[in-house]
């Protein structure tokens, strides 16, 4: 067996450590470790064996001591990971990390060791994404397919260092049945779907954070390439560098790339608010769909003289939306856009380009001569009906009244008890403080109406839950 398995680290050219925790439950930000167990295998063929139980500090739930056997008892008198940490690390050094899952184990290890404040990092293997590339014939390969599959025993299941021997087996087993280029190719293979282009920090992908948050890839110069955001920053960021990405622009980054940051936020609903602005503010060179959105325009309906038409016009949302007497009908990022679209909607609802404003010629519209218009600009049809008939064309577009009497904060929270609170006025994105004492206090920076800002919020408003909502009624004057 300690042959099959220097031949597989000889392949990787790699001194290997088979990894297998069991752990309070599955996130590694609430939850902690309670067992280690590792298997380290030399190109030599030297091999060791190490495993402890781990204190966590917290009560074992009743369902995961079922699963592994390891109740409170048991971990009353084991050493915390604390006390553990450097033999792990000396264990660990310079070899490579192999897992069931990786992300899962290594994934614990680093958050426990950030909670000591340690930094660490390795390059990982996982032998679930290994198999699937060797076999990719069979639709399981969890731990205990593959135990069946290769007829693989196993002393202790769902204890650690029990299950750190079955991936010795396993890697024993494809080291003696496959052709060793063909593992060789595939294991490299499995290796480089984490690998980042070679000008970046080969530790990227284990100091990327996998939350919600905005990432920003820099270039020659510090130039400021794409800013983009995600729920996990880790898969976004790591999804450009693929090397199968077959998109040209994913391409062209991943060759200009020279550094990258991130910001974390409490959710997705920052990384949302802080990438529309970031995008506006900083002008990025590679982002197109939210850096031009300057300005916005609507279509105005407001009063007109008794018996007219009501009044359309085209006008930029900031210089109306404070009225109260205007009703607004669609944005627009240009004033064309608005005016070809209020003509499409006039032809198709035979609606009276005059008197909808297209159209400046004395006397009757051109459509009326034509048989499209019902002839309010002469007369022939109510202005009552045809306000109507305009209003139900563009009820579908109607932008919504702010519907709270001053600024609002929406609360979000993430699993580590970090609050943001996102503020806003008038369907404006004012900024994110974390307290609700600073709500009052943030300055209005007269931001003008962002029409990308007013999607996203009434969209969430509609899904999010009242309780999450603070309201901050403005101040009485005098």
């Known amino acids: 067996m300690s042959d099959s398995m220097a031949s597989f680290a000889q392949l990787l050219d790699r001194d290997l450590v088979c990894v297998d925790l069991e752990t309070t439950g599955g996130n590694a930000g609430w939850h902690r470790i309670m067992e280690i167990g590792l298997v380290t295998v030399d190109r030599d063929g030297s091999l060791s064996e190490w495993s402890t139980l781990v204190n966590p500090g917290v009560r074992v739930p009743a369902s995961i001591a079922r699963f592994t056997g390891i109740d409170d008892e048991m971990l009353t008198d084991a050493p915390t990971f604390e006390s553990v940490h450097r033999e792990l690390l000396e264990r660990l050094d310079g070899r490579l990390f192999i897992a069931h899952n990786a992300r899962f184990d290594y994934g614990f290890i680093k958050a426990e060791l950030r909670r000591l404040d340690v930094s660490w990092s390795a390059r990982t293997l996982c032998t679930v994404k290994l198999s699937r590339r060797l076999y990719p014939q069979y639709p399981r390969h969890n731990l205990d397919a593959l135990i069946e599959r290769h007829k693989?025993?196993?002393?202790?299941?769902?204890?650690?260092?029990?299950?750190?021997?079955?991936?010795?087996?396993?890697?024993?087993?494809?080291?003696?049945?496959?052709?060793?280029?063909?593992?060789?190719?595939?294991?490299?293979?499995?290796?480089?779907?984490?690998?980042?282009?070679?000008?970046?920090?080969?530790?990227?992908?284990?100091?990327?954070?996998?939350?919600?948050?905005?990432?920003?890839?820099?270039?020659?110069?510090?130039?400021?390439?794409?800013?983009?955001?995600?729920?996990?920053?880790?898969?976004?960021?790591?999804?450009?560098?693929?090397?199968?990405?077959?998109?040209?622009?994913?391409?062209?980054?991943?060759?200009?790339?020279?550094?990258?940051?991130?910001?974390?936020?409490?959710?997705?609903?920052?990384?949302?608010?802080?990438?529309?602005?970031?995008?506006?503010?900083?002008?990025?060179?590679?982002?197109?769909?939210?850096?031009?959105?300057?300005?916005?325009?609507?279509?105005?309906?407001?009063?007109?003289?008794?018996?007219?038409?009501?009044?359309?016009?085209?006008?930029?949302?900031?210089?109306?939306?404070?009225?109260?007497?205007?009703?607004?009908?669609?944005?627009?990022?240009?004033?064309?856009?608005?005016?070809?679209?209020?003509?499409?909607?006039?032809?198709?609802?035979?609606?009276?380009?005059?008197?909808?404003?297209?159209?400046?010629?004395?006397?009757?519209?051109?459509?009326?001569?034509?048989?499209?218009?019902?002839?309010?600009?002469?007369?022939?049809?109510?202005?009552?009906?045809?306000?109507?008939?305009?209003?139900?064309?563009?009820?579908?577009?109607?932008?919504?009244?702010?519907?709270?009497?001053?600024?609002?904060?929406?609360?979000?929270?993430?699993?580590?008890?970090?609050?943001d609170l996102h503020v806003f006025d008038q369907w404006r994105y004012l900024g994110t403080v974390h307290q609700v004492s600073d709500i009052a206090e943030l300055v209005d920076p007269k931001m003008s109406f962002d029409i990308d800002v007013y999607r996203l919020l009434t969209r969430h408003l509609a899904e999010v839950s009242a309780d999450s909502i603070i309201q901050v009624l403005p101040c009485k004057q005098g």
């Open 152 to 419: 693989l025993g196993c002393e202790a299941r769902h204890r650690a260092l029990g299950d750190a021997r079955v991936l010795r087996d396993l890697l024993s087993v494809y080291a003696r049945e496959l052709e060793p280029d063909y593992l060789s190719r595939v294991a490299q293979t499995v290796l480089a779907e984490v690998a980042v282009p070679a000008q970046l920090p080969t530790d990227l992908p284990d100091e990327l954070p996998e939350s919600p948050g905005v990432y920003r890839f820099f270039g020659e110069g510090n130039a400021l390439l794409y800013v983009g955001k995600s729920k996990n920053l880790r898969a976004r960021v790591l999804a450009h560098f693929n090397a199968s990405a077959s998109h040209s622009r994913e391409r062209v980054l991943a060759t200009q790339v020279r550094r990258v940051e991130w910001e974390e936020t409490a959710g997705e609903l920052g990384a949302l608010l802080r990438e529309a602005r970031a995008v506006k503010v900083e002008s990025p060179l590679h982002n197109r769909r939210l850096r031009d959105a300057k300005s916005s325009f609507t279509l105005s309906l407001s009063p007109a003289a008794t018996g007219q038409p009501v009044r359309v016009t085209i006008d930029e949302l900031t210089a109306v939306e404070a009225r109260a007497d205007v009703e607004l009908y669609g944005v627009f990022r240009r004033e064309r856009d608005a005016k070809q679209a209020l003509e499409q909607i006039a032809r198709a609802q035979n609606l009276c380009l005059k008197a909808v404003g297209l159209e400046q010629t004395p006397g009757s519209c051109f459509g009326f001569q034509l048989g499209r218009c019902r002839g309010v600009c002469v007369g022939k049809e109510p202005t009552l009906l045809h306000d109507t008939r305009l209003r139900l064309a563009l009820s579908a577009s109607r932008l919504k009244s702010w519907p709270y009497a001053g600024r609002i904060a929406i609360r979000e929270c993430d699993w580590k008890g970090s609050v």
